[in-house]
């Protein structure tokens, strides 16, 4: 079981990226999926998590419209549209997979990375001011 993660590159503050991540070895239908990035001398941070395809999407507050997460069952696949980028979202930005289904009440825990059971290798995003 495998996610890969691709897309990230070099860009300009202001501008746009879409980070795509495919799974391989199961479905990944039922499960939330999720970014996280890690900016080089801090944590993992959580992103965003997508809670099944037809499901709400969660952002966490630094996104502020700016991007938008977006999910393609048939390909077993999840994207993050990243626009007005700027220079402190520059980092390694992870997909990541979990089958844990948690109430509504209890949705925080899917911010955590220790809550995911699958991860992508990672993509790295540089933004230039």
């Known amino acids: 079981v495998q996610l890969q993660a691709s897309g990230g590159g070099m860009v300009q503050a202001g501008g746009s990226l879409r980070l795509s991540c495919t799974g391989s070895g199961r479905s990944f239908t039922a499960f939330r999926m999720a970014w996280f990035r890690e900016a080089p001398g801090k944590d993992r941070e959580f992103v965003a998590v997508n809670h099944w395809s037809r499901g709400r999407t969660d952002y966490a507050d630094f996104v502020n419209g700016r991007f938008t997460v977006s999910r393609d069952d048939a390909t077993n696949s999840i994207y993050l549209q990243m626009n007005d980028l700027k220079p402190e979202d520059t980092a390694v930005y992870y997909c990541?997979?979990?089958?844990?289904?948690?109430?509504?009440?209890?949705?925080?825990?899917?911010?955590?990375?220790?809550?995911?059971?699958?991860w992508g290798q990672g993509t790295l995003v540089t933004v230039s001011s």
């Open positions: 990541a997979a979990t089958s844990l289904g948690y109430t509504a009440s209890e949705y925080f825990r899917y911010t955590r990375a220790f809550t995911y059971d699958y």
